[in-house]
């Protein structure tokens, strides 16, 4: 299998994907009697013209490294974000688009106090958490078209970190 | 001061308030080959025909039981949602409203894997977490507006678990 080694997650390597949620750097605002730092606004979330926003839970079995990548979807109708509520190191996976097909993935190593939101027909891997609990909360598009192209890849390629 | 003593946070006991949003019971759906459960679109959300949904990420210091609590608020314009990354026990406090003031507050002892959308107009306490690091995805309305109007309790109350 080809081997893809997983990247520390940042918000320049991720950009062509979508938006990395983290508190880093200094914070826009003070809030809360200067007890709370507020990180505003970091996502580019698009659910299309018939779509609206939702919040929903995810818990996902945690996956071993190597990981074997054999599937990759992308929504073209909406964003989604993934917020992981487990504090642990997790797996994320995107590539870009080669007309119409998902070309070369790429593959980071987010930690658990990092979140990303996928911009809107971004091909990506499913949630890929690496310990208990899998647990994540979802940002993404309620309505009623499926929403969903998937790609499977043959042959497979082993994710590492 | 008056004793508030925290209650376990349930989606029954919170209702008045918003919702909670938790892996709680069967999903509603099963993906990504069975490795996955999706408990789909758990709140309400309302950014007011002037607002739109933001993703934001607070950073806020822990507080300590008993926590005093001299503060409430609300955001006029739109609900927000406060999802835990850290996986540990927080507070949750909420308060009915009574004629444009805060009634009695309810303190909620909410878990790691639980999450909260505060319904528009709800008044409810800041952020507070009692253990580091007090980090928190948010979502809530983006606008112009101030959308908050904050409420100081005089005589505090004194919120245990």
């Known amino acids: 299998m080809i081997r893809i080694v997983a990247q ?6 991720f950009a062509p994907f979508g938006d990395v949620l983290e508190a880093a750097g200094e914070p826009d ?4 009697a200067g007890l709370c730092g507020r990180w505003h606004d970091q996502a580019t979330l698009d659910f299309g013209p018939d779509g609206r926003v939702g919040i929903s839970v ?3 079995e945690p996956r071993a490294l190597p990981y074997t990548l054999d599937l990759l979807e992308r929504h073209p109708d909406g964003s989604q974000a ?3 509520m487990h504090g642990q190191d997790w797996l994320v996976i ?3 688009d080669n007309a119409g097909k998902p070309g070369k993935p790429q ?21 890929t958490p690496l310990a208990e609990p899998g647990l ?9 078209t499926p929403n969903l192209e998937e790609y499977r890849l043959d042959p497979p390629y082993a994710v590492m970190a």
Do not use: K, Y
């Not at 994540?136 to 009623?144: A, E, K, M, N, Q």
């Open 58 to 60: 995810f818990l996902s």
């Open 82 to 84: 993934f917020i992981p």
């Open 8 to 13: 520390s997650l940042t918000a320049a390597s």
């Open 29 to 32: 605002r003070i809030i809360n």
């Open 94 to 96: 995107a590539a870009p």
């Open 107 to 127: 593959a980071f190593l987010a930690s658990g106090r990092q979140g990303v939101n996928f911009h809107r027909g971004t091909w990506h891997g499913v949630l």
């Open 136 to 144: 994540f909360t979802v940002v993404d598009r309620i309505g009623d």
